[in-house]
């Protein structure tokens, strides 16, 4: 299989985290952002990445869109399961994972390219680097006031996740889930920034487990 990605993408690790659970050999691809689009749009018809290539006889030959490729992942390889035998919690568990997808993950971006235009530019100071922050930040809109209100939906996202897993280690049921992957990959870049990284260790904890269980290195900071 071939994953086309951007390498810090945390749609992308999402995928890899699928990937890495059920132990599928698979190859990397990464793209250049901007010209992705060239690729992408007579292949899926969408502008993002991570988009899986499965190129296996009688499987379905483009799987853009990091959920459907965990759903393709569960239907061509049932073991190790990321679904729960449940079925109220495999509907509760796809709910958190589309509301982390739609929702957590997007205010992750808000708060991350603000922090790396800011703050944590010496991570990569590098010229390159600033223009494709200046860029993803215009091209999304973020700004003081943007920011401000991704980091209200991450606080109270961080309530409702730490409900769960602060005393279990799952989100949902007992077993690892979509929702665990996806909180995980979503929620990766805060690691970076020392306010939640100081504030929310339980939520780091967690995201190294779901790593470790998934075979994926783990994300810059942790
Ligand atoms: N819902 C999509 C979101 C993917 C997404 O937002 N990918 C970003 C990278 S983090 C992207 O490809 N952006 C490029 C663009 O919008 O042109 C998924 O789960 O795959």
């Known amino acids: 299989m071939l994953l086309l990605q951007f390498s810090t993408s945390h749609y992308c690790r999402k995928a890899r985290l699928g990937l890495g659970y059920k132990q599928i050999n698979y190859k990397c691809e990464n793209l250049t952002p901007g010209l992705h689009i060239l690729r992408?749009?007579?292949?899926?018809?969408?502008k993002t990445l991570p988009v899986l290539l499965p190129q296996i006889e009688g499987q379905r030959s483009v799987i853009p869109d990091s959920t459907?490729?965990?759903?393709?992942?569960?239907?061509?390889q049932t073991e190790p399961s990321f679904l729960l035998p449940d079925y109220e919690q495999q509907t509760q568990a796809w709910m958190l994972e589309d509301w982390l997808d739609e929702s957590v993950g997007t205010a992750t971006r808000f708060v991350y390219y603000?922090?790396?235009a800011g703050e944590g530019k010496e991570i990569?100071?590098?010229?390159?680097?600033?223009?494709?922050?200046?860029?993803?930040r215009q091209q999304y809109?973020?700004?003081?006031a943007s920011?401000?209100?991704?980091?209200n939906r991450l606080a109270t996202a961080f309530s409702e996740l730490s409900i769960r897993w602060e005393k279990n280690n799952y989100l949902v049921g007992n077993r690892l889930s979509v929702?665990?992957?996806?909180?995980?990959?979503?929620?990766?870049?805060?690691?970076?920034?020392?306010?939640?990284?100081?504030g929310y260790p339980w939520l780091?904890?967690?995201?190294?487990?779901v790593h470790e269980l998934c075979h994926e290195p783990l994300p810059p900071g942790l």
């Open 40 to 46: 992408l749009r007579a292949m899926t018809g969408l």
């Open 68 to 76: 459907e490729i965990l759903k393709f992942l569960e239907n061509y």
């Open 114 to 116: 603000q922090f790396r």
């Open 124 to 136: 990569d100071p590098s010229v390159l680097s600033q223009i494709v922050i200046s860029v993803v």
């Open 141 to 144: 809109g973020i700004n003081q």
């Open 147 to 151: 920011v401000g209100l991704a980091k």
């Open 179 to 198: 929702a665990d992957i996806a909180a995980a990959a979503l929620l990766s870049p805060l690691a970076l920034i020392p306010e939640y990284r100081q």
């Open 204 to 209: 780091f904890e967690r995201l190294v487990q």
